[in-house]
């Protein structure tokens, strides 16, 4: 019967106090919720709102599958999963830049700006993993390099071109690029910290007590849920 039993594909053990994998089981039960919730309420917007809901609804599926698997991985190897956690990021992300650049479109933003914010993500992600990998040596470099290219989209957002069109455009369009503005200046700035408690560095004394991936999983749930809920509320505003 035990034999039998251990042919069964199982779920893993969950010790009850590891809080990790906790974060990493809710996190994806959260993913997979609201990608029903994005989904399903899609076809109550007007055509024009559908394509937002529907990367909203992208980037929290997409999320879902990953953390399926990081919650798996960190199950059966109690390590950090960083390769999945940065493919999911490295698809994610950009979806948000299209959501900003969605939201402008009608204030007459440009696909330049949309690459531009793209880039800048990639740049910003592709570093953050080599500091976290590769070459952990030197990942305070790395951390400023991606830092460095992380501020220069606030600064997009925030003053530079797309705050222009936001306040061009006025009305529920402004108030919900304000939101969105501060999920990157506040809610993003939740990664660095993580990255921080998890690479070597002087930094280790200060966020030494605290755990990547539990920083990193509470980061992904603000932002890609709240993201597109706000995305959800001007959708909302819009088609009354
Ligand atoms: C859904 C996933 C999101 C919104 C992920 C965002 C990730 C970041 C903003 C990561 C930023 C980093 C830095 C600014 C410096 C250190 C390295 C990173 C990659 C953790």
């Given amino acids: 019967?035990?034999?039998?039993?251990?042919?069964?594909?199982?779920?893993?053990?969950?010790?009850?106090?590891?809080?990790?994998?906790?974060?990493?089981?809710?996190?994806?039960?959260?993913?997979?919720?609201?990608?029903?919730?994005?989904?399903?309420?899609?076809?109550?917007?007007?055509?024009?709102?559908?394509?937002?809901?529907?990367?909203?609804?992208?980037?929290?599926?997409?999320?879902?599958?990953?953390?399926?698997?990081?919650?798996d991985y960190w199950a059966a190897f109690g390590e950090s999963p960083t390769f999945f956690r940065y493919v999911d990021w490295v698809l994610t992300v950009p979806l948000m830049c299209v959501e900003f650049y969605l939201i402008l479109k009608a204030a007459g933003a440009k696909k330049s700006l949309m690459w531009r914010m793209i880039f800048l993500s990639l740049v910003m992600l592709v570093t953050g993993y080599f500091g976290e990998t590769i070459d952990r040596d030197n990942a305070q470099v790395w951390g400023l390099i991606s830092g460095i290219a992380y501020f220069v989209i606030v600064y997009d957002i925030w003053i530079g071109e797309a705050k222009k069109l936001a306040t061009a455009a006025g009305g529920a369009v402004l108030s919900a690029h304000k939101m969105l503005s501060w999920f990157v200046l506040v809610g993003w700035a939740i990664y660095?910290?993580?990255?921080?408690?998890?690479?070597?560095?002087?930094?280790?004394?200060?966020?030494?007590?605290?755990?990547?991936?539990?920083?990193?999983?509470?980061?992904?749930?603000?932002?890609?849920?709240?993201?597109?809920?706000?995305?959800?509320?001007?959708?909302?505003?819009?088609?009354?």
Avoid at 8 to 31: E, W
Wanted: with cysteine.
């Fill in 1 to 71: 019967m035990t034999k039998l039993l251990s042919m069964l594909p199982l779920a893993s053990q969950m010790a009850p106090n590891d809080y990790v994998g906790f974060t990493f089981f809710v996190g994806c039960m959260a993913m997979m919720a609201a990608s029903a919730f994005f989904f399903l309420s899609m076809n109550g917007f007007d055509r024009k709102w559908r394509t937002s809901i529907l990367v909203s609804g992208l980037i929290t599926f997409i999320a879902a599958v990953h953390y399926w698997y990081m919650r």
């Fill in 192 to 240: 660095p910290i993580g990255y921080m408690a998890g690479t070597p560095g002087w930094y280790d004394s200060i966020f030494g007590g605290l755990n990547l991936d539990v920083v990193y999983n509470i980061g992904d749930a603000i932002n890609k849920i709240g993201f597109g809920l706000v995305v959800y509320s001007l959708a909302v505003a819009k088609s009354e």
